[in-house]
């Protein structure tokens, strides 16, 4: 198409329609409530994300912020702990506190809510539409009766209402349920906005990209070239000093059941009929309903324990005595479908590691052995955090005389390749699509249905009376000494340089 035939038909070379349009978006006269403002997930994440989106003129004309917490405090404690964590030029800082301001108020009442009413219409004065956002950076143990009391108290019948809920969806299959059962019964599906963090994350959304814009990449993912995939998270710190909260979830919960299997569901899915969002999900929730249930032999769990200076998880005070709640989890689930049958997806998760790392590697089978000996196997490495990339490992002819093979990369380092350009953090990016209306990026109620049918099982026998002993392993390490064991039954060939 002509540069003139581009302008006329209103395309962009590279453009995708169907996620750029959105439904209904707030584009003015809008109030964004954040409950829980006091709370840690406010202060590091919600506030700078909305304060990153302010600065950049990205948030709706005329937009204001309201704090809402039980919590008493003054507009000027409330002002220091919005911005505690917030970096950008003090002016912007100053105009970001003048749209914001707070209220105090319990959960479980009408009365705080009323109040929180009346601060609200004070703000909108005669506007014609009122908008109102809702962001629940809250404990799960409250989302429930919040999620009623503002449905009850503080919904908009003059404009459009949006409520964006953090994870955990429950514990369990069961409990999750009920907890969607409630929330569905007094928010719509269209106003739900379920947040999963990595989804913001800008590989993550790179995958769609990646499997479906290059024909070389989509038709090589498949069984007949593709030996295993692993998708791993590490980080480098134990649980320092929040293992109470975490022995309650653990390591499958907090980061497998959500987080990973979100990742695996983009990577592993069919082509959608449009990057829509409903038709993302619906491939997303077929490819899941292909995975059946964990099976305990598929499972490896660890602890990490007291390594030099740094204590073990038992020697965090927080943490129950005697606890085998694993801190690691490797595990394997198999898609049962045309596409992948027999391939084994390796999810690895796990604390106090020797590096933070959060990446996908697809490792492909072995290249025939007739005229080579013992060449490496290719592998497409996605590396979501830190310094995203993308980079494949093939290998070449090593220069010179001699005839030799040696392994190389092709590399897209994001920081490289893209030096003047600002890659947006999730929580910003997730925001943002809220706004628009736009759910592509959001956990749909049967997504979060079919993700705890595959874990609940496993999660019911690591809680149970016959709990396994984890594994364990040295702070700092790279996991429970069987991990290459593990991983190698699987298919996995663990190069040199790893």
């Known amino acids: 198409m002509s540069e003139d035939n581009r302008k006329r038909s209103g395309s962009v070379a590279g453009s995708i329609p169907s996620m750029e349009t959105s439904g209904d978006s707030l584009k003015d006269e809008t109030v964004v409530v954040v409950l829980g403002a006091s709370g840690d997930l406010a202060k590091k994440k919600t506030f700078p994300a909305l304060f990153a989106l302010f600065a950049q003129g990205l948030l709706p004309k005329d937009v204001h912020i309201v704090g809402y917490a039980r919590t008493k405090m ?33 959960y479980d009442g009408d009365e705080g809510f009323q109040e929180l009413l009346k601060h609200l219409e004070k703000i909108e004065g005669d506007r014609k539409s009122k908008n109102r956002v809702f962001y629940m950076a809250l404990p799960p143990s409250v989302f429930t009766t919040v999620a009623k009391g503002l449905k009850k108290n503080v919904y908009s019948e003059s404009g459009i209402n949006r409520i964006i ?8 299959l069961e409990s999750c349920r009920e907890m969607m059962s409630e929330l569905k019964a007094q928010w719509a599906e269209n106003e739900t906005y379920r947040i999963d963090h990595y989804l913001g994350k800008e590989m993550v959304k790179n995958l769609l990209i990646l499997r479906f814009g290059n024909v070389f990449l989509d038709a090589a993912f498949n069984k007949n070239f593709v030996s295993n995939v692993q998708i791993t998270f590490k980080e480098p710190f134990g649980t320092e000093g929040r293992g109470g909260y975490f022995d309650e979830f653990g390591i499958i919960r907090d980061v497998c059941q959500n987080h990973l299997l979100q990742t695996l569901s983009i990577l592993a899915m069919e082509r959608p009929i449009s990057f829509s969002a409903e038709d993302i999900r619906d491939e997303k929730v077929k490819v899941l309903r292909s995975i059946p249930p964990i099976v305990q032999k598929d499972v490896l769990l660890g602890q990490y324990v007291a390594e030099g200076d740094k204590p073990g998880y038992l020697d965090d005070e927080t943490v129950p005595k005697g606890s085998v709640c694993p801190t690691f989890a490797a595990m394997t689930l198999w898609v049962n479908n045309p596409r992948w049958e027999g391939v084994p997806f390796i999810m690895k998760a796990g604390k106090a590691l020797n590096e933070s790392k959060v990446e996908i590697r697809v490792q492909f089978k072995d290249a025939l052995q007739g005229i080579f000996t013992d060449i490496p196997r290719n592998e497409l490495v996605m590396r979501i955090q830190p310094s995203e ?13 001699a005839t030799r093979a040696v392994p190389t990369e092709l590399d897209l380092t994001y920081k490289k390749r893209f030096v003047d350009t600002n890659i947006p953090q999730a929580y910003e990016a997730l925001i943002l699509d809220a706004f628009k209306g736009d759910h592509s990026n959001f956990v749909r109620d049967d997504e979060l249905d079919v993700a705890w049918k595959i874990f609940t099982p496993i999660l019911h026998w690591i809680d149970g009376k016959d709990a396994p002993k984890p594994e364990p392993y040295p702070y700092g390490s790279r996991g429970p000494k069987q991990i290459d064991e593990f991983t190698s039954k699987y298919g996995y060939k663990r190069s040199p340089q790893e």
């Open 74 to 106: 003054d507009e000027q404690d409330f002002y220091k702990r919005e911005t505690q964590y917030i970096k950008g030029d003090e002016s912007k800082i100053e105009e970001f506190k003048k749209i914001s301001s707070y209220i105090s108020g319990q």
């Open 389 to 401: 990339a993308v980079y494949l490992k093939m290998n070449a002819k090593l220069p010179g005389f």
């Open 165 to 172: 809920v953090e994870k955990p969806f429950g514990k369990d």
